[in-house]
């Protein structure tokens, strides 16, 4: 099949740890990778944000990355991209007139606008995953939700008119169904995590005698990070790594980085904290197997990576019970899921799983199962594919926008 991946603002080719760029830069490189893998030809159309960047550059094999004009060759928040989704979507419309994919996956709920627009003329089938549902955020964060005020109206449409939805976990199949979006226009297919490079294994990274805690992500508030801090203070013996955000030399201007830093000052334990800045990619198991556990403490996580790769290689989570950890950790299996906010379960869990080592192993070893027998990105890849394949001969693209 030829395969278009509409990922407006999140390219496989960026580096992670930037605001905008994580999870969802991940799943598209890793899916197109495993489709390109089965002889499918993939293209990733990604808004081109450096004037440097050529039109095409090959990814991997079956892989191409096209960079799109749309809005001004520079980085550009994606809450703000809204302006410039009109002319992405019509210079897709006029690439597709003269080949056509036979499928087009939508990444964010912006890439879907650009893709119907593109595809709806060309009768190609739309699939959509959304990463994230605006109704969710604007639950959490209120009024700081920098989202464009159409994206709740927006992403209904989208539900109700694209060929099918691939959701990432069951939380978000009820989400879309209380918008109005029929359940059974999604299929759940998971993200996954590569198990050759995520794998357990001895750790060459340098650790006190100390137990360790890492968590990972992007330094934006709704990660939660500050939550392991205040549970640090409880945790005699123990220190924090935090890995994400901008380079380690830019960590000094970056506000939430120095957010965390005042409170770690502030609970007594900055001398056991330490925040890393990004890592690259190919580092970051080693730094996943040099913890004791992996924290991920977010209000809310549309699906979250994170606990995979910890899972993949051999690390016990402890993570919030909300959005995709609901399907990915075995609370009691694999590790911990502890209410959002509530920093005395979290030091109360953390404390019971650093003493006791048995305990840590056993959970370590099932979560490297749990991986192996569902998160492969061959079987994300094959759940992706045999929706393609439904939707190829019954194509369902509205005319007008649904209400």
């Known amino acids: 099949m030829r395969i278009a991946m509409v990922s407006e603002h999140a390219s496989p080719l960026a580096s992670l740890g930037g605001p905008d760029s994580g999870g969802q830069n991940v799943y598209v490189a890793q899916l197109s990778r495993a489709l390109g893998r089965r002889g499918h030809d993939i293209t990733v159309y990604s808004r081109r944000d450096a004037p440097d960047l ?12 096209e960079h799109v004009p749309a809005g001004p060759p520079d980085s550009v928040p994606k809450d703000a991209l809204f302006p410039f989704i009109p002319g992405f979507g019509a210079y897709l419309a006029h690439t597709w007139a003269g080949a056509p994919p036979d499928v087009v996956h939508a990444h964010f709920w912006m890439s879907g606008m650009a893709a119907l627009d593109g595809a709806r003329d060309h009768r190609i089938p739309v699939v959509q995953t959304f990463h994230a549902l ?39 199949v009820a989400e879309l169904k209380a918008m109005g979006v029929p359940p059974q226009h999604a299929a759940v297919v ?23 805690l890492l968590t990972i992500g992007r330094l934006v508030p709704r990660k939660g990070m500050e939550h392991s ?31 965390l830093l005042r409170l770690a000052a502030e609970y007594g334990v900055a001398e056991r904290v330490r925040l890393t800045g990004s890592v690259p990619h190919e580092r970051m198991p080693d730094l996943i197997r040099s913890a004791d556990v992996v924290v991920t403490t977010p209000g809310y996580e549309p699906f979250g990576i994170v606990p995979l790769e910890a899972m993949a290689c051999g690390v016990p989570v402890v993570a919030t019970r909300v959005g995709g950890h609901l399907d990915t950790v075995d609370d009691r299996v694999t590790g911990r899921l502890v209410e959002p906010g509530d920093v005395d379960a979290l030091a109360a869990t953390l404390a019971e799983l650093l003493g006791s080592p048995e305990l840590l192993r056993r959970y370590g070893e099932a979560g490297r199962r749990r991986v192996l027998a569902r998160y492969t990105w061959e079987r994300v890849a094959d759940g992706a594919a045999q929706l393609y394949e439904r939707l190829v001969d019954r194509p369902r693209i509205a005319t007008e926008v649904a209400r």
Request: hydrophobic share 30%; net charge positive; aromatic share 2%.
């Open 229 to 259: 801090i205040r549970a640090l203070a409880r945790l005699p013996h123990t220190e924090l790594l935090i890995t994400g955000g901008p380079e380690p030399a830019h960590l000094g201007v970056d506000p939430e980085a120095q957010r």
């Open 190 to 212: 998971p993200c996954g995590v590569d198990t050759e490079l995520f794998r357990p294994g001895e750790s060459s990274e340098r650790r006190s005698a100390r137990h360790r």
């Open 134 to 172: 605006g109704t969710v955020k604007r639950r959490h964060q209120g009024d700081q939700d920098s989202s464009p005020a159409q994206r709740i109206a927006t992403e209904r449409r989208i539900g109700l008119t694209c060929a099918g939805i691939l959701a990432t976990c069951t939380d978000e």
């Open 54 to 65: 050529p039109h095409r550059q090959r990814f991997a094999d079956g892989v191409t990355v």
